[in-house]
T-cell receptor, first 115, second 111 residues
Framework: DTGVSQDPRHKITKRGQNVTFRCDPI?????LYWYRQTLGQGPEFLTY????????KSRLLSDRFSAERPKGSFSTLEIQRTEQGDSAMYLC?????????????FGPGTRLTVT | AQTVTQSQPEMSVQEAETVTLSCTYD???????LFWYKQPPSRQMILVIR??????QNATENRFSVNFQKAAKSFSLKISDSQLGDAAMYFC????????FGTGTRLQVFP
């Protein structure tokens, strides 16, 4: 299967610890997105990359959050000094963008629990 | 800023019947894309149907169709011949590079 994969699927951490999530997009996709979804809500945009360039960051992405996409392939999302409010599902999606917005393919998500 | 509103937190339908999920949005753009995504319990989100705003014809995908009213900024999803596997959260989304999602509608399907 060559869909979007995310690792780990679940992460439990203590408040104040750093965590890093990885997303592997569909190989030919040039865009990669990160979203956060809390219980009972729709996903909220965090940031996105076109190839290796980070083109937009949401104001939700505080300075404790950083995302990278070296070489335009996989991406990592790091949260430093985690807080209980960071507990959520972190979703990654990828798409092949030409001129018109195309379908975003989502991964299974990483569920973060901060205790 | 664009916003998406889904006013039905939960809906239910009998198997084989038809159900319509509502969505309204707000934008000042004239050209954009709208999507319905399905998120089954503990499974990943998948695209159900998409609509380009410049197309007047409503999109259809098998049992799924939309009623796109551009002037009213309304984008409802109709599911015909509902099946047990249709039970999921359904999210309406507006595309402007990134997706802006509504809060979702939980659809239950009863046998």
């Amino acid at each position: 299967d060559t869909g979007v994969s995310q690792d780990p699927r679940h992460k439990i951490t203590k408040r104040g610890q750093n965590v890093t999530f990885r997303c592997d997009p569909i190989s030919e996709h040039n865009r990669l997105y990160w979203y956060r979804q809390t219980l009972g809500q729709g996903p909220e945009f965090l940031t996105y990359f076109q190839n290796e360039a980070q083109l937009e960051k949401s104001r939700l992405l505080s300075d404790r959050f950083s995302a990278e996409r070296p070489k335009g392939s996989f991406s990592t999302l790091e949260i430093q000094r985690t807080e209980q409010g960071d507990s959520a599902m972190y979703l990654c999606a990828s798409s092949l963008e030409d001129r018109a917005p195309s379908e975003q393919y989502f991964g299974p998500g990483t569920r973060l629990t901060v205790t | 800023a664009q916003t998406v509103t889904q006013s039905q937190p939960e809906m239910s339908v009998q198997e084989a019947e038809t159900v319509t999920l509502s969505c309204t949005y707000d934008t000042s753009e004239s050209d954009y894309y709208l999507f319905w995504y399905k998120q089954p319990p503990s499974r990943q989100m998948i695209l159900v149907i998409r609509q380009e705003a410049y197309k007047q014809q409503n999109a259809t995908e098998n049992r799924f169709s939309v009623n796109f009213q551009k002037a009213a900024k309304s984008f409802s999803l109709k599911i015909s011949d509902s099946q047990l596997g249709d039970a999921a959260m359904y999210f309406c989304a507006y595309n402007t590079d990134k997706l802006i999602f509504g809060t979702g509608t939980r659809l239950q399907v009863f046998p």
